[in-house]
Each structure stands twice: as C-alpha cells, then as structure tokens.
C-alpha cells in the first residue's frame, strides 16, 4: 500500500500569536515550529501503523512551503515516514496547496492520502477535501478510526449524538481526528536515520489566485473575572440568569 | 448573481445549524434563496420561514458521500446561475463545501463568523487566539458558516419543495452503523455546556456535574486529560486536539486552563472557572470564577439551578 500523507509546518501550540507588516502576516520571530499534531499523531502514525500491518508498501509526506520547514519536514522521517517532498512554493490560500499536492500525486498511485483534521494555525480543514475533489477521489473528513482490508476502508467518525461506520473504496482521501492513533515519540536511531532519508523538493506547478486572508486581527482583551466567593457559590447561577442572560 | 445555501435536514427536525444557515444566505442575498439539501428531512417547507423560497431535496442521498453531494450542489447553483454558496462549517459542510470551491476555482471562507464587512468575511486562525479577514476574489464564492453565529430569523411562510431530479453518479462511501454514543446533547451544537476535568479526581465523582448539565440544559464535556485516562469518552475532550466548541456558557469545573484547552473554548461567550487553585490560568479567561473545592461548589450550584428551575 502506498500511502501519501500531507504534511504542515505550524507554530507550537504555546507560541505567542503576534502578527507584522501591518497586520498581515504571522510574526514567526523567535517561535519553535513543529509538524501539525493532526498531521503528526493521527494522520502519519495511522499511516505507518498500517504499512507496518501489511509488512509492505510506503509511506510518503508532502509539505507545500519554504526551505525553511525542511527541519520540520526531518521530524515526519525521524518518525518513520520513509520518504519526503516538498512542493517548494507559498502559498496564499488553501486552494492553492491542494492544486500543488494534487498536481503531484495526480500520476503517482496513492492508495491512500492522508490529512490531518486541520491545522492549528489557519484551522481550515479544507486541503484534504480539495485535494479530493482535484483528483476525483471519495473523501472522508474527521474520520477517528481507519482500517484496510482487501482494497476497502473501514472508518468511523464522531456525529452529533454517536459514531457512524463507513465503508469507501480505495483509492481514498481522508483527514484524520483525535483517536485514530497514539503520538510517537522519534527514537535516536530514527533521528539519525532522518538525515540520509530522500526529501524530494519539487517545483511549484500553476495555481489559481482566489483571494485569501487580508490582514489578522487580535481578540480584545478579556475584561476583569468577577470573582464569588465558595461559600456563596449559589449565585453564579443566579448572576447567569440575571445579569449575563445566557440560562 | 443568486445564492444557494447546502443544508444537512436528515432526522425528524430540522437542525438549528441548518436554520442558521438559510437566515444568514438570505440575509447575504437580501432576499429568498434556494436551499439545497439531501436524504430524509422533514418539514422542509418551515425552511421558508427562515428565509428559503425553494428547497430543493435529493432524497436519493442519504450518506455523507461529498462527491454525490459536490456534484449535486454544483448542479444546482449551474441551474440557478448562483455565484454565491452558502454552507455549514460542520461534518457534513466540511466534506463538501472545499470541494464545491476546487469545482468551481472558487474562494472559500472556512468559518465565517457574520456577514462581511467592507468585502471581508471574518474567521477564527490560530485555533481562536486571532480572526482573520479574508477577501474572496474569485467569481463565484464559498462561504461556510460558524455555527451559533448568527440569530435565526423566523418570518413565517413556507418554502416551495422540489425533489431533485438527476444524475450524481454512483455511490461511493456506504454507511455500515450507526452506534449511539448516550441521548445528551451533542457538544457541537450545545449552548450550554458543563466540563469538568482532573480535579473530579476521579470517574466515580462524576454524577454531580451530569445532575448541573441536567438542571441546565446543558451538554457535558471534559479536558483532555480525563479522556486520555478514560475517566470520560474521547468525544467529550474539548480543546485544541479535540473538539472546539462555541456555546453561550462554559463552565468549567476543575480544569486548570492549559492553554490547549482554552484554544478549544476560548469563543464561549461567557465563561465560569471553578477551581481549588485561585493561580489557575483558566482565571484570566473566565467571566465569572469561583475559588473553591469542586465537591463543596458542585452542590450548592446544583441546589441554585433547581430553585431557578422551579421558579421559572
């Protein structure tokens, strides 16, 4: 089985959030980058767990971005990934990397292509459906379970009120959910095995321009906590129902 | 330059997302729009009252097949010469709304928190910590709605209902089961929510946290912590692996308020802390906040939410 899973370099889940150039772009300044923990604990790990299963195949990442998340893209092989490539572009919008992915595994005869849920920065959820539909694949978003057997997927995914069981044939675009593995922490031995392991960089092909994000903006600071003291504890629910309306 | 709004109606009522999402296309296209929807949703006509002229159903389809329903939604917004596509940002919009957009080379708003203001459509990044305003220049746009975003309209009047008449292809995705996973209330679509979390010390101390949700109307939830122990089940983890929710009321009991957890929560529009530790970072993001040990708070929140309830 030949599996592709896509790849995203985010900041660390404690980094500061501060933007630049008028509000328009993320200040990386002095942030720890790391792979996207649906990308990373679900999507890869399910991945390799699968191709350890079968006792055959590959697992392939794909990063759309700079060289400056090659160090990122190193910690998806440390894990296991056997191979790596990096779509060397920057992309604007979401459209745009799936154009970039799909244009790359369009000829390569994935049996599966992996996402994360979403990603912690830009939270679209959108690269593994578009790809999906670029390619003409079935999709399956949010999916908290996979198993192959026999050329289908089985999956699950959490609905309002329970989890459905679907069944899709393969080849299969899917984003991945908490639940579908455990995190795995890189050993020494797949440290080092990361560094003579191919990344493939590869040129950008042609992208559509659609728009994107025009500036960001910070929440406004949360005013002061009114605190109540334990013993009258009975009148949150009062000041709920009376002053902040919401019961 | 019309507009179409894709809907997910199946069961017997129709979902207050799904309302939503008719109000605000409308509100979008300042008038009647045509709602697009599949499977075996009832009343379909009451989708006039929130601002629908037209539903359009295709009872044909009754999984979450996006390619069946990208094909059908595309389809329709053909016929109806709509460069504007309203969807929900939940399950079934997520699976078809990005591959509406890739269809169409169309710009796509993944979690529109209103209508624009000056073009620009804004949307939570960096797991709520920012919002983004995002412009779409392409000629046909994709805009999936927040849910609990906006205030359903409720006008009277009935929708015109047409059962969807075509091709989709074929089936590709088959539903196996479905396991119900208990009758509370879903978490993404809850307005109120109680969660708890370590400081329960333990699943056994969890009655009195289901008896406030109960009181309340409220959904349970918990931190991630208390999933990954499997003192609660993994769809009730909030946070920023889990699940992000939105409700009008968060209360939070024995949740410390790592800032993972807060990414999930952080767009409660009112947020109550209730924790034994007054240096809890949860604090600086809460509303209203108690110090306090959660098995003295618990009951006397419980004996204050029934004497609301019995006057009320």
């Avoid at chain 1, 042609?206 to 605190?227: Q, W, Y």
């Avoid at chain 2, 929130?50 to 044909?60: E, L, M, P, T």
């Avoid at chain 2, 075509?166 to 539903?175: A, N, Q, S, T, Y």
């Amino acid at each position: 089985m030949k599996i592709l899973v896509l790849l995203s370099q985010v900041p660390d889940t404690t980094a500061r959030i501060a933007f630049t150039n008028n509000n328009t772009q993320y200040d990386g300044n002095g942030v720890t980058f790391i792979v996207n923990p649906y990308d990373e604990w679900y999507a890869l790990v399910r991945a390799l767990e699968l191709k350890e299963a079968a006792g055959a195949g590959s697992v392939t990442t794909i990063t759309v971005g700079g060289a400056d998340t090659d160090a990122t893209i190193r910690k998806g092989l440390a894990i296991g990934a056997d191979d790596a490539v990096r779509v060397d572009a920057q992309p604007t919008e979401a459209l745009q990397v799936a154009e970039l992915i799909a244009a790359y595994a369009t000829d390569k005869g994935f049996d599966l292509i992996i996402a994360g849920k979403e990603t912690i920065d830009h939270n679209g959820g959108q690269v593994g459906a578009m790809v999906a539909e670029l390619l003409d694949l079935p999709y399956v978003p949010m999916a908290s379970k996979l198993e192959v057997a026999g050329g289908v997927a089985t999956l699950e995914r959490d609905i309002p009120g329970g989890v459905e069981v679907l069944n899709a044939p393969l080849p299969l675009v899917l984003s991945a959910a908490k639940g579908m593995a455990e995190q795995r922490i890189p050993n020494m031995r797949g440290i080092m095995a990361a560094r003579t392991k191919p990344l493939t960089v590869v040129p950008a092909t042609a992208v559509d321009n659609v728009g994107g994000t025009i500036r960001f903006e910070l929440p406004p600071a949360k005013g002061a906590v009114k605190m109540i003291p334990a013993e009258e504890a009975g009148k949150l629910i009062e000041l709920l129902h009376t002053e902040a309306k919401v019961i | 330059m019309s507009t179409i709004v894709f809907i997910d109606t199946r069961g017997n009522k129709i979902p207050k997302a799904a309302q939503e999402a008719v109000t605000y296309a409308s509100q979008l296209a300042g008038g009647p729009v045509t709602a697009v929807t599949f499977g075996d949703g009832k009343d379909l006509e009451t989708l006039g009252a929130n601002g629908a002229g037209k539903v359009i159903v295709a009872r044909q389809v009754t999984t979450l097949d996006s390619q069946q329903l990208t094909r059908l939604v595309v389809d329709v917004a053909t016929k109806e010469g709509a460069t504007t596509i309203v969807c929900v940002s939940d399950a079934t919009g997520k699976a078809v709304a990005p591959r509406v957009a890739a269809r169409l080379k169309a710009g796509h708003v993944a979690g529109a928190l209103g209508l624009p203001v000056d073009g620009k459509f804004l949307r939570n990044v960096f797991s709520g910590k920012a919002k983004a305003a995002v412009e779409v220049t392409s000629a046909s746009r994709v805009i999936s709605l927040m849910p609990n975003s906006v205030p359903i309209a409720n006008t009277g009047g009935s929708a015109v209902v047409e059962e969807f008449q075509g091709d989709l292809g074929p089936v590709r995705i088959m539903l196996k089961e479905v396991r119900k996973a208990g009758t509370g209330i879903p978490l993404p679509e809850a307005e109120l929510v109680v969660s708890a979390g370590r400081g329960m010390k333990g699943p056994e101390h969890w009655g009195p946290v289901e008896e406030l949700a109960t009181l309340l109307g409220a959904a349970t939830a918990c931190s991630r912590p208390v999933a990954d122990m499997h003192w609660r089940p993994h769809h009730e983890h909030v946070g920023q692996t889990g699940v992000a929710i939105r409700p009008n009321l968060y209360i939070a009991i024995g949740i410390s308020g790592a800032i993972q957890h807060l990414a999930g929560v952080n767009q409660s529009k009112v947020i109550c802390v209730i924790n034994k530790d007054p240096e809890a970072p949860f604090f600086k993001a809460a509303d209203y906040g108690i110090v306090g040990d959660a098995f003295e708070v618990l009951p006397k929140l419980i004996e204050a939410a029934k004497k609301l309830n019995a006057e009320r």
